[in-house]
């Protein structure tokens, strides 16, 4: 790879696809181009957007790219990579769908393409993503560097090996949706003090982002825990009703359940 601009076309602009971009559209590193599956609707809405180029088919551009980003579901991949493998020549392959890892993408493709497996979380809208990544054995230094220099814009990323991104995704990609739904009880429980969902809301949201900043601090969760619930207390009641209802076990389950479907 040289010192000019890297051209990276994103094949698929949902939303993944343009938190990405987002972190990239004011980086004069890289000329992004996206296409979608012949939605013109949505391509012309992220040109305007992020002011990239965009095209109706990946064959237009795929030759001169140096970056092919699949922002596609799982189900997408295997017929696309099929296609795509007679037109890959040395170009940096990354995947940011569950359960497309290195291996499987190396399978498909030509020997010796330097492929990535990207687990990012939907806080990358907001450049606050725990990114998971594993590369392909092909994948060099200048690969890894320039990867990372795209991850940057959605937030914070660990180097795993591809076993540890299958069996992590579920904490990093899925749970969030887990607080989500905590959030979302908690929420309804607050309406009935007589306040309003926005404040509701307001509440809840504030109280999940300070205690992420006290995890942030490298004081264990049961330290915290414990800091807040003095015995016989209030805060002890309730997590007497967690453990009384086995919350450690519904959320092992929830993470096995996750990995299952991944797997199927």
């Not at 393409?113 to 990114?131: D, I, R």
């Not at 949706?177 to 509440?203: H, M, P, W």
Request: charged share 20%; proline share 4%.
């Amino acid at each position: 790879m040289t010192s000019k601009k890297k051209q990276i076309l994103f094949i698929g602009a949902g939303r993944m696809a343009q938190a990405i971009i987002s972190g990239l559209a004011d980086n004069d590193q890289f000329v992004i181009t996206a296409t979608n599956n012949g939605n013109k609707q949505r391509l012309r809405e992220v040109e305007h957007t992020y002011g990239i180029s965009t095209v109706d088919t990946w064959k237009d551009i795929i030759e001169r790219v140096d970056v092919v980003v699949l922002a596609l579901p799982p189900e997408g991949h295997e017929s696309l990579l099929t296609e795509l493998s007679s037109h890959i020549n040395e170009q940096f392959i990354i995947t940011v769908a569950a359960g497309i890892d290195p291996e499987y993408l190396e399978a498909k493709l030509p020997l010796h393409t330097p492929v990535a497996w990207v687990m990012p979380n939907t806080a990358a809208e907001l450049g606050k993503s725990m990114t998971l990544y594993t590369c392909g054995q092909y994948v060099h230094d200048d690969h890894k560097k320039l990867l990372e220099t795209i991850l940057h814009g959605i937030g914070p990323f660990e180097q795993l090996t591809q076993q540890q991104v299958h069996q992590l995704t579920p904490i990093t990609g899925s749970a969030p949706a887990f607080v989500y739904y905590l959030a979302e009880s908690l929420v309804q429980q607050a309406l009935g003090a007589g306040i309003t969902e926005e404040q509701a809301r307001k509440l809840v949201a504030q109280m999940i982002d300070g205690s992420a900043a006290l995890l942030k601090t490298g004081e264990s969760p049961k330290q915290l825990a414990d800091q807040v619930a003095t015995p016989g207390g209030v805060t002890a009641a309730g997590l007497q009703v967690f453990e009384a209802n086995g919350f450690d076990k519904i959320a092992e389950d929830a993470i096995c359940a996750c990995h299952d479907r991944a797997k199927s």
